[in-house]
RNA sequence: GCGCCCGUAGCUCAGCUGGAUAGAGCAACAGCCUUCUAAGCUGUGGGUCGGUGGUUCGAGUCCACCCGGGCGCACCA
């Protein structure tokens, strides 16, 4: 309802003489200051050079108050304009959720501009834990948030397969197996401890032809490194489907190896000038591009390191015609932001093709105290072990509720309690609670439509339940730009406290004909906002509890 | 040492991109069940926004320098 009250203002500043300033319209904090307020006067102040009490003024000559939009408005402070909104605007914000349904909150902001969101990424050498969990549903939030902002989304999964990494699990994996064998066989430096590969050894052993697998290693290594890999990958999807996060495409680092696509981007280097040799290596001057030093593309053994690969790789996201590509990291990955910018900069792309969105650590608390996790003795909480204790939903919302830049204290006990504190529970209780209405009226909610009285709404409550609702498409947009789920959840938060306290004040059921008509339709405008944002994240939006 | 992120109520964190008297949840205290879920609602107390300067009509928000914490600084991935 602010969308038109908006271009409203935006017209007048034209009149005025400054059109395309920047103001801000926005809900005040404080009681008393009218449903909606704008800067906009005093913005105008600074090209009009003048008052902006005056010029305050002159916008509400301009805006015809009490016709349509505004039902009064008034000068405050500074130069604030404050708006109370017509009743006529609040009955189209309810009849417009309704209308719209499960899109409300959708926009064409991004123009279908195609964005390319990689997360989660993890090596296929074990299974996925809880920073992957994090990762997971910001990155799919993130997708979700763009997707309902009018952009083209991929979500896109990197499977690391070609790296040294892979070589130390089949080394290990192969430990596993003479063990299994009755061998003392250690498992070598920098191999993984964990106890799955004492599960995946035995699989190995029983399901793979007996020649395969036989010694040496080096014979053996071809059917272990694809035996791992399967398992691994069908783990880690099967996961990832519990979690409700699908992937579209899946990328391949071993693909990214080919030959004539690594030649073809070193060449494209070199016809810039930007590489050299120097102590047998191949290097890119990152440095022309911001980063801290130069970077080996190619090491003095011949092979590649890390980096040229998936500077191939992100070349192709461009050249698979994305406008945009953001990839959700894990901290530790920080320190490789600049050189991967560099990369991508000295391909000539524009800098706001490549984003990173940081997720950082994740600890877990339970019973009360920080579960210890060590990533070397293979010691750490899993997503599975995680989605066994809360379930999937509260794992997602929150990971989903904090921001991703900032380290995050997973609270087990919190998440699985079925209580008020849990602001998972809270929210989907308020929605369980919209549709109990409906479903001790014995109605169906898509059936509940057509004009209802304001008169009917006699409470404050009604009014400004709507006023919230009304909200909601302005937090999806912000948090798409910022990336930001988290403003969701906690508009949400709001909301459902607001559902909360209307659903113990304002009766619904019973009450005379108009008015529980008018909350009729005013539950089921909730009920949708409530499951809109739900969905949005990735939650369900349960009837009952 | 250098770079990035962070520092807001006792605790966990928001703060709409520079706006009005800095908010919410826990925790503490005090109330509220003839109810469509008490699995809930309402009220109260609680702050030098890490510090010091600066930018301007106006700073938690922007800049500089300190203090304190996290992460990163490979011919690893």
């Given amino acids: 309802m602010s969308d038109a009250l908006r ?10 003489g400054a059109p395309n300033v920047s103001f801000v319209l926005e809900r005040p904090r404080g009681e008393g200051h ?30 015809k108050v009490g016709h349509g939009l505004v039902a009064r408005a008034e000068i405050a402070g500074p130069g604030f304009i404050n708006f109370w909104l017509s009743s006529d605007q609040l009955i189209k914000t309810v009849e417009e959720i309704l209308e719209a349904g499960s899109d409300f909150g959708r926009s064409t902001l991004g123009n279908g501009r195609r964005v390319n969101v990689e997360f989660v990424s993890a090596n296929p050498t074990g299974p996925l834990h809880v920073g992957h969990g994090r990762g997971a549903a ?3 939030g993130i997708a ?78 071809p059917a272990l490194r694809e035996f791992i890999l399967r398992v691994q990958r069908e783990e880690q999807d099967a996961l990832l489907l519990d979690f409700g996060v699908r992937f579209d495409v899946y990328g391949s680092e071993s693909a990214m190896h080919e030959a004539d696509r690594i030649a073809r981007l070193l060449e494209q280097f070199r016809d810039r000038g930007l590489t050299f040799e120097a102590d047998g290596a191949l290097w890119l001057r990152t440095t022309d591009f911001g980063d801290d030093k130069d970077r080996v593309l190619r090491k003095s053994d011949g092979t590649y390191t890390y980096l040229l690969p998936d500077i191939v790789y992100h070349a192709d996201k461009h050249d698979r015609g ?51 996790m060590s990533k070397r003795a293979g010691d750490f909480v899993t997503l599975r072990d995680l989605c066994d204790w809360v379930g999937a939903d ?8 904090r921001r991703g830049d900032t380290p995050f204290i997973f609270d087990v006990d919190l998440a699985r309690a079925r209580t008020e504190e849990n602001p998972v529970f809270y929210v989907q209780m308020a929605h369980a609670r919209m549709s109990g209405i409906f479903r ?40 798409a730009e910022g990336r930001e789920p988290h403003r969701v959840t906690g508009y949400l938060e709001d909301l459902a406290r607001q559902v909360h306290g209307w659903y113990h ?23 949708t906002v409530l499951a809109n944002g739900l969905t949005l994240l990735g939650l369900t939006a349960p009837d009952r509890m």
């Fill in 34 to 63: 009218g449903d909606l307020a704008t800067n906009l006067a005093m913005v105008l102040a600074g090209p009009l050079r003048s008052k902006p009490r005056t010029l305050a003024e002159r916008v509400l000559e301009e805006l």
């Fill in 505 to 527: 004040r304002c009766r619904v059921l019973g009450e005379p004909p108009a008015t529980e008509h008018a909350r009729l339709v005013l539950a089921r405008a909730t009920r």
């Fill in 394 to 401: 509260a794992a997602r919302y929150f990971f989903l509720m």
């Fill in 440 to 479: 001790v009226a014995d109605i169906d909610p898509e059936r509940v439509t057509g004009p209802f009285e304001i008169a009917a709404l006699t409470a404050p409550e009604d009014t400004d339940l709507i006023k919230t609702l009304a909200l909601f498409p302005g937090f999806v947009e912000r948090a």
């Fill in 7 to 16: 271009e409203e203002l935006e017209r007048i500043a034209g009149v005025l």
């Fill in 138 to 140: 910001l990155g799919d």
């Fill in 322 to 372: 994305f406008d945009r590509a953001i990839d959700v990291w894990g901290a530790d990955h920080h320190g490789y932001i600049a050189r991967m910018r560099a990369a991508l900069a000295a391909l000539g792309y524009p800098p706001e093709f490549f984003e990173v969105a940081m997720v950082q650590l994740v600890k877990v608390m339970k019973d009360g105290e920080e579960v210890r």
């Fill in 144 to 221: 979700s948030l763009l997707e309902w902002t009018g952009h083209d989304v991929t979500r896109e999964f990197y499977i690391n397969d070609a790296g040294v990494q892979v070589g130390r699990v089949v080394e290990s994996l192969w430990a596993r197996m003479r063990q299994a064998l009755g061998e003392d066989f250690p498992i070598p430096d920098g191999g993984y401890h964990g106890e799955y590969l004492i599960e995946a050894a035995e699989r190995a052993l029983a399901e793979l032809p007996a020649a395969s697998i036989a010694p040496p290693l080096e014979a053996a290594a």
